[in-house]
Structures are given as structure tokens and as C-alpha cells.
């Protein structure tokens, strides 16, 4: 409780407001941008905290993540286009609503829900996280494999059509992750007699490379233009009162919408966009009126954007306890901690904990900071996204993606290494290789060789040193959760080629 | 665009690929450094030759989109290279702005002929956009740029 109120009294500066106020609006600013994601606001805004100290740099990125998240619902809303993956569902009524003269009020509701999934997500950070943390003390070297393990599996079957390429992308990226000094024997590997290669590849290189190249490229290839200038504000009929009123006084869909993004949020790798989505769908079935779903509903712009700020905080649960990242931005806040010396887990919440709990508490700021800024910046903000031509924005991004990348280790392989990594991504995403596992391949590749390495190490005298993997209570336990993972990712697809599966998901996904 | 192709053999060709690529320097290391790349390695070619088989016996997508066109496409991920490759030999300010005015002329010409009167207006605003940001990091975040023959 201390620490809260230290962490509380350190927020409470002139220096911080501003710093969570100038994040949230970057944030805003790049989530609206259709194929900008959350990931790419963090990675190209990263260099920008490398000056500051630890809470001050992990204040803003929180700050550019909650944003990032909001920001994509206005154009969701304006044009149909979602400005973020996790904003796909808020198109499925905010589009409508915006057709129908009715733009003001469904980003009303999309404020407004936004900032409540964002202090909810941050109360059940604060809730949760400690006593995981206690908990993760128990994960010896064997359960840390394990983990790792469950969470590559979840992340390969989320991500990925086909649950055998998201494996293959996964061991991609942890063979990645051993180039350069092995962690156990401090070997070098696999530099191919290149020297400089003996830093092995940076995580936040990696992924600006995997994650914003590959969307450069697209916008080239395309030839997007900058928004169409189609999407207005309309004449406001409702006041944000009338709104609140509205989604206050029906507060179901709300809670059960926060609720169902908390719980996904928690499994590594399941990002905005399936809790927006599971989140839309659940609201739309427990509704008395299911049928207005899709032609301008409140209640599904509700579910969607609650869900989706809910996942915020909400996925740095399993980041800050057992550092595996809960969804593809929190990689970049993972990479943050490391850059300053911290490692994820009971040091977190003891030795730095005015530190973590400041961090998490900047999230609820932040949160707050989405009425304001949404509501007024909201319209400036529009009006600069839709009068920036692509042309000019593709090559500035890629100059931030360079620079940031560059400042990284003042090197520039790491610049080549990141635009190798980026193009290569690109066709690999062709080919149904995502970037996410690949990424989390690379993050989970250190903790599992570790786990194995050392596993293995005490086993030298068993009969079958492999058996150790799976020796205590634990560790079955979450070997058994991994096989369950890898099943319930193929249980699907092998009911409907049974028969047994009736489509109503993709049902769901027509009417919408 | 649309390509034909069986993605499930695509996927797992590129595993293997990748795989052999680190399979053939691994016998240089000791035991305790290549016990985990080796397992993954098997692993990974698991996978792929089970996508391989997969790809002949329950294909997946058998198609590819490339969406816009490839030719700009290719060229815009040359150009990134070229640019990565000047910033080392020319230095940061020089090559962006060569680079980043190259690549708006290049893009903007997607809606058609850019005049040489809007190529002169874009001159001062990519000017004062890579000095800006040159300024940023070389004064506030005391990052040292690259300077190489010119700046």
C-alpha cells in the first residue's frame, strides 16, 4: 500500500501529465492512421523515451498504447476502416451509426467505454499481478520451459490459420533468438563468421522490422491514399451525457464486455482484435434485440472498444509476472524494462515497485486522459490524419523506423538487420508465417533455453534426462496445458470437417 | 495479384530452408550451446516436412494476393536498402532527405504526373522535416548520427 502511494504521489507531477498527455494524443494520432497499429505507434515512438528515466519512459509508452487502442475507433467509426486491428468489431455498428448522421454518438460511446475498459484493465492489473508474481517464485527452470512453451503454443494457434505455420514461425523465431552468445555455455552461435553478429538479434529490432515494415510496403504497394474525406463528425443529436446516461443505466454489456477482454487478455499473444471480437459477438447473442447488431447498435461499439482498452493493462499480467507478452505491443514495453535493467517478475512489484506501480497506475491516467483528448483533440487530430497524403507519410515513418531503430545500439546492422527481418516478413505473411509468433519465438527462445539448458543439466545422471521436463506436479500441469492449447486450436477445424461445427461465427461475420 | 501456389509446401520449403542454413554450422559448438538450437531444429523440421505432406495430402490456400502492385512494391523495398546502404557511405541527412524526397516523388506519382512546381514545394518541408528530426536526436537524445562523406 505504500508503494501505491509512493507510486501515486510520483505520478501526480506537472511532468508526468504532460508526458501521459502528449503520449495518448501521439498515440491517438497513429492509431487512427488505417494500418498503423498499436505496435508500430510504440515502436516508432520508442526512441523518444531513451532520453528519460524509467518511469517516465514506461509513462509515456503506456500512454501511446492506450491511444494507439482508442485511435483506431475513429476511423472505424468515420470510414469503416479500422484504424487498429482490435477496432475490426467497432466497425460492425460505428460505421452504420456514423451513416445514419449518428458519427457524434457512437464515438461518444466509444470514449467512454474506452475509458472505463482502461481503468478496469488496470484494476485487475493491480489485483492480479502481485500475487502472480508471488506465484512465478515457484516456476523453477523446467515449469519456466513449460510456460514458454504454453505460450508459443496459444500464440501459434491465435495468430495463425494453420496451427503448423504458426508453430514453424514460432521455431523461426527462437532460433533467432540463439544467434550470438548462448545464454548457458556463452558460446558464440551462429554468426557465420560475422563478427558484429555476435550481439545477436535485438528484440526491439525484430520487431519494428516484422511489424512496420511489411505494413510500409502494403502502403506502397497499394498506393493508399490518406483517408477519404468521406468521414465527418455529423451535427452531434445526443449530448456525451445522453450517452453515458444510456450505456451507464444498461450496465450488462459493459461489465460481461470488460469481463471476457480481462480473461483473453491474460492468454499470451490474444490481442485486441479477438477480445473486440469475442466481446462484440457475446454482446450481440445476449441481446433482447440480436438483429440490430450491424445496422447501428450502441451496444456493440460498446462491447468492442471496452473489450479491446480492457486488454491494455489487462495483457501485462502475464508481462510483468512471467514476462511473456499478453498481446504483440506489450513485446515493445517487455524490451522498455529490459533496456532499463528491469526483469519481470517478484522484483517488479518489491524492489522496483514504486516503479511497476506507478507505471500501472499511469495506465488509469492515461485512460482518463482519452476523455479530453478524444473528445476535443479528437476532431484536429481527424482533420491531420485526413489531410496527410500517404506518399509523404510512408517515407517518414520509414525515416522514425530507421532512426529509432539506429539509436537502438548505434548500429547500423541493426538498421539492415531490421529491414532484412521486415521484407522478409512480408512474404512470409503471404505465405501464412505471421509476424506474431515469430516475435514471441524470439522473446520465449531465451526463457526456454534457459529451462531446458538448466533442465537438462540437472537430469545428466537420469537414465531419461528428458523425463525431468515433466518430474514435479507443476510442470505436468502445464505440459498437459500445452497439449490442450495445441487441441483446442485443431478441435475446430476437425469438427467441421465433421460436420459438427455449425458456421455461426462466420455467420456473425456476413451480417456484420 | 494473385499467384498460384500451395501455401502449406511454400511454408514448410522455407522451414527447411531455414533449418539447413543453421543445421550446417552447428558442429563447431559445444554441447551445452547447441542442446537447444538442435532440439528446436528438429523440430522445426518436423513441422515442415508435416506441412510438405500436408500441402500434397489437404493443401490449405492454394493461392497468394499480393495486393497493389508488386513492381512498386519491390522497388520501394530496394529503395529502403539503397537508403539503409547511403546512410553508412553518404551520412544520415544527406541520404534522407535524397531518399525520403525520392520515394514521395515516387509514390505521389501513383495519382498521376507530379508537376516541378509541387517537387519544388516539397524541397523546404522534407528540409526542415529530416533537420527536425536530425536536431531531436543528435541534441536531445545525444544520439551520434552517421555522417559518412557529406552529413
Known amino acids: 500500500m505504500d508503494m501505491l502511494l509512493q507510486a501515486l504521489a510520483s505520478l501526480l507531477t506537472f511532468e508526468s501529465f504532460i508526458t501521459v498527455l502528449v503520449g495518448v494524443s501521439a498515440g491517438l494520432l497513429i492509431g487512427s492512421l488505417p494500418g498503423l497499429t498499436a505496435t508500430m505507434a510504440l515502436a516508432v515512438l520508442l526512441?523518444?523515451?531513451?532520453?528519460?528515466?524509467a518511469l517516465q519512459g514506461l509513462i509515456a509508452l503506456g500512454a501511446v498504447y492506450m491511444g494507439a487502442i482508442y485511435g483506431g475507433a475513429f476511423t472505424a467509426i468515420l470510414i469503416n476502416t479500422p484504424g487498429t486491428p482490435s477496432s475490426i468489431a467497432t466497425t460492425f455498428d460505428g460505421y452504420p451509426m456514423a451513416r445514419q448522421g449518428r458519427a457524434y454518438e457512437a464515438l461518444a460511446a466509444a470514449t467512454i467505454a474506452s475509458v472505463v475498459g482502461g481503468l478496469v484493465g488496470v484494476a485487475f492489473l493491480l489485483v492480479l499481478a502481485p500475487p502472480l508474481a508471488r506465484l512465478a517464485v515457484a516456476f523453477g527452470p523446467a515449469e519456466m520451459f513449460w510456460v514458454a512453451m504454453l505460450g508459443l503454443t496459444l500464440v501459434a494457434s491465435l495468430s495463425s490459420d494453420s496451427l503448423l505455420k504458426g508453430l514453424l514461425g514460432g521455431c523461426i523465431g527462437m532460433l533467432?533468438?540463439?544467434?550470438?552468445?548462448?545464454?548457458?555455455?556463452?558460446?558464440?552461435?551462429?554468426?557465420?563468421?560475422?563478427?558484429?553478429?555476435?550481439g545477436g538479434v535485438e528484440l526491439i529490432v525484430a520487431l519494428i522490422g516484422l511489424f512496420v515494415i511489411p505494413e510500409l510496403l502494403t502502403m506502397a504497394a497499394e498506393g493508399r491514399g490518406a483517408l477519404s474525406k468521406e468521414g465527418g463528425f455529423g451535427k452531434s443529436h445526443v449530448s456525451i451525457l445522453?450517452?453515458?446516461k444510456r450505456i451507464f443505466t444498461k450496465p450488462v454489456n459493459l461489465i460481461r464486455s470488460c469481463l471476457i477482454g480481462q480473461l483473453i487478455a491474460i492468454i499470451p499473444g490474444a490481442g485486441g482484435n479477438v477480445t473486440s471480437l469475442v466481446a462484440y459477438n457475446e454482446a450481440r447473442r445476449f441481446s433482447k434485440d440480436p438483429d440490430s447488431f450491424g445496422k447501428g447498435n450502441v451496444d456493440g461499439v460498446v462491447?468492442?472498444?471496452?473489450s479491446n482498452n480492457v486488454m491494455v493493462a489487462g495483457s501485462m499480467v502475464p508481462l510483468l509476472t512471467l514476462g511473456i507478452p499478453g498481446a504483440p505491443?506489450?513485446?515493445i514495453i517487455l524490451g522498455v524494462l529490459l533496456l532499463h535493467g528491469l526483469r519481470p517478475g517478484l522484483d517488479l512489484f518489491t524492489e522496483t515497485g514504486v516503479l511497476t506501480n506507478g507505471f500501472i497506475l499511469s495506465m488509469g491516467l492515461a485512460a482518463l486522459m482519452l476523455l479530453p483528448v478524444g473528445l476535443i483533440g479528437g476532431r484536429l487530430i481527424h482533420r491531420v490524419v485526413i489531410k496527410t497524403p500517404y506518399y509523404f507519410l510512408m517515407p517518414c515513418i520509414a525515416m522514425v523506423t530507421i532512426l529509432g531503430t539506429f539509436a537502438l545500439r548505434n548500429s547500423l546492422l541493426d538498421v539492415g538487420i531490421m529491414l532484412i527481418l521486415g521484407s522478409a516478413g512480408y512474404f512470409l505473411r503471404l505465405i501464412g508465417i505471421h509476424a506474431a509468433p515469430i516475435v514471441l519465438g524470439l522473446i520465449l527462445g531465451g526463457i526456454a533455453e534457459q529451462g531446458y539448458v538448466q533442465t537438462m543439466l540437472a537430469a545428466v545422471i537420469d537414465p531419461i534426462p528428458w523425463l525431468r521436463l515433466v518430474s514435479n506436479p507443476l510442470s505436468k500441469v502445464l505440459a498437459g496445458l500445452v497439449v490442450i492449447g495445441a487441441a483446442t486450436a485443431l478441435l475446430p477445424a476437425w469438427l467441421e470437417r465433421r460436420g459438427l461445427l455449425d458456421k455461426v461465427s462466420s455467420k456473425a461475420g456476413g451480417d456484420a | 495479384m494473385i499467384l498460384r501456389l500451395n501455401t502449406d509446401i511454400a511454408a514448410g520449403i522455407v522451414g527447411l530452408a531455414f533449418a539447413a542454413v543453421l543445421w550446417l554450422p552447428r558442429g563447431e559448438m559445444g554441447r551445452l550451446s547447441i542442446i537447444f538450437p538442435r532440439a528446436v531444429l528438429v523440430i522445426l523440421v518436423v513441422i515442415a516436412v508435416g506441412l510438405i505432406v500436408k500441402g500434397f495430402i489437404r493443401p490449405g490456400s492454394r493461392r497468394v494476393v499480393i495486393s497493389g502492385s508488386l513492381r512498386r512494391l519491390l522497388v520501394v523495398m530496394t529503395g529502403f536498402f539503397v537508403?539503409?546502404?547511403?546512410?553508412?557511405?553518404?551520412?544520415?541527412?544527406?541520404?534522407?532527405c535524397v531518399a525520403i524526397f525520392l520515394l514521395t516523388w515516387y509514390l505521389a506519382r501513383v495519382d498521376g504526373p507530379v508537376s516541378w512546381r509541387r517537387l519544388l514545394q516539397w524541397v523546404p518541408i522534407i528540409g526542415v522535416l529530416v533537420g527536425v528530426f536530425y536536431l531531436t536526436f543528435t541534441q536531445v537524445l545525444n544520439v551520434r548520427l552517421p555522417t559518412g562523406l557529406l552529413l
Open chain 1, 47 to 53: 526512441p523518444f523515451t531513451f532520453s528519460m528515466e
Open chain 1, 176 to 198: 533467432l533468438s540463439t544467434i550470438g552468445v548462448s545464454p548457458v555455455g556463452g558460446e558464440t552461435r551462429f554468426t557465420f563468421g560475422f563478427p558484429p553478429l555476435q
Open chain 1, 242 to 244: 445522453q450517452v453515458a
Open chain 1, 303 to 306: 462491447a468492442s472498444e471496452s
Open chain 1, 329 to 331: 505491443p506489450d513485446a
Open chain 2, 83 to 96: 537508403w539503409w546502404f547511403a546512410i553508412g557511405t553518404l551520412g544520415f541527412v544527406v541520404s534522407t
